[in-house]
């Protein structure tokens, strides 16, 4: 590895140990398969150490949560188009397959700190509203947004997905 | 009509973690007692947790990573990984640990003096990445903080107390100069899980017996499980996985 000290190292190590069991399982709900949950969960730690520098760690567990959530999403739309199986619901299909214009800014490279909370993708944002039962107010929480700016988020995503509609 | 909202994943995750608020906490604490149902749920969430960093451990994303040749930014790094472990121990506070004491005459550690003198010692989160193990004596209406070499005597009060940087599964050992272990916080041979936080006072001191020459203590800590074998102490000593601090005190006179 290249982590050149022991403290960096240690300290990335138990940022793993502290919350890969609960990646995996945010991973798992999504995704339907255990492999696959395994193989995710990897790749969003080395998710968060390539974007190091940009990372609000005020609040691990729901960066980790959302990364999860955003990767395991670009995961079932890519299988979609590629037109293989994908074991996920209804609604986390559509979601994940919704045109998401922060998703663009990502790809642009247009911000800096993509992980940062207030850019936080709209698609994260439905998942954990209609998928995870969370309020608004709980949405906003986790994702740094006021209510309005969530509903907001939402009402542009459920232009382009029906059978969504905005709860309290 | 009353309904119960169930308990969305992520705040059960959190429960586990030990970062709800103090209330959530308590409450849910509180439910995992009286339900059965969410205390299996709890359970599960805790076993799966051991399985699956056993089946994907940490070495697995640094082979990933080295093979990406992925080398942190000098002039962030330090100081991200300094983020990461104040974030770990900020955002968990949470103790849950079993503690079970063994062959040891034991005694609830309700003497105010003694724990207002432990805690004038330092009672605050902890800043470095290392375990830490306290032992302390108590003396009079006060109590003394030990350290390696220090004498104590049979009849001696004795006190212990850790604290750990990061969650991880941990285990309180003496060994007496009669070569007999007492386990002080473990579930049976096993480590109990130990969450990072304020140093930690285990529920009862006790008194040391007349075993002669030394009284060490160790604390044993890992992010792996591990197992303590009373006859091959050394293997665990040596044990790269498995992080110890130790404290031996003299006995004298015997």
Request: aromatic fraction near 6%; hydrophobic fraction near 40%; charged fraction near 30%.
């Amino acid at each position: 590895m290249k982590v050149d000290n022991q403290a960096e190292q240690k300290a990335f190590s138990e940022l793993y140990g502290t919350y890969a069991p609960m990646v995996y399982r945010r991973c798992l709900s999504l995704l339907g398969d255990d492999a696959e949950a395994k193989d995710m969960m990897q790749d969003v730690f080395l998710r968060i150490y390539d974007r190091k520098d940009s990372l609000d760690l005020s609040q691990p567990s729901s960066l980790l949560w959302n990364t999860a959530t955003r990767l395991c999403l670009n995961r079932i739309r890519d299988k979609k188009r590629r037109g293989l199986d994908v074991d996920s619901s209804d609604t986390l299909l559509n979601i994940a397959c919704a045109d998401d214009e922060m998703d663009g800014y990502e790809a642009r490279g247009l911000l800096a700190k993509i992980f940062s909370k207030e850019q936080e993708s709209t698609r994260t944002i439905a998942v954990l509203h209609y998928v995870d039962g969370m309020t608004l107010e709980e949405t906003a929480g986790m994702v740094g947004l006021s209510v309005s700016g969530v509903r907001k988020r939402l009402r542009t995503l459920q232009a382009r997905i029906k059978d969504l509609e905005v709860k309290r | 009509m009353t309904t119960i909202r169930k308990i969305s994943d992520f705040k059960m995750e959190r429960y586990l973690l030990g970062e709800l608020p103090d209330v959530e906490m308590r409450e849910l604490r509180e439910r995992e007692v009286s339900d059965e149902i969410f205390a299996a749920r709890v359970k599960k969430m805790r076993e799966e947790n051991d399985r699956i960093l056993a089946e994907c451990p940490f070495e697995a994303v640094e082979a990933r990573l080295e093979m990406a040749g992925k080398s942190p930014s000098p002039a962030v790094g330090t100081a991200f990984w300094l983020k990461v472990a104040a974030a770990l121990v900020v955002a968990l506070g949470i103790f849950s640990a079993v503690f079970m004491g063994r062959d040891v005459v034991t005694m609830q550690s309700d003497d105010a003096s003694m724990e207002v003198a432990m805690a004038d010692a330092g009672d605050t989160r902890i800043k470095g990445l290392d375990a830490r193990m306290e032992v302390w004596k108590k003396t009079g209406d006060s109590a003394v903080q030990l350290v390696n070499g220090d004498e104590v005597r049979e009849g001696d009060e004795i006190q212990l107390r850790y604290s750990v940087p990061s969650r991880c599964y941990g285990m309180l050992v003496s060994l007496d100069g009669n070569g007999t272990f007492t386990m002080h916080m473990a579930e049976g041979k096993d480590p109990v899980m130990l969450e990072p936080g304020k140093m930690t006072t285990l529920p009862y001191a006790y008194r040391l017996d007349n075993a002669p020459r030394h009284e060490t203590f160790f604390l044993f800590t890992s992010h792996m499980r591990f197992t303590f074998d009373e006859s091959n102490l050394n293997a665990l000593l040596k044990n790269k996985e498995v992080s110890n601090v130790i404290i031996e005190l003299r006995k004298p006179g015997r």
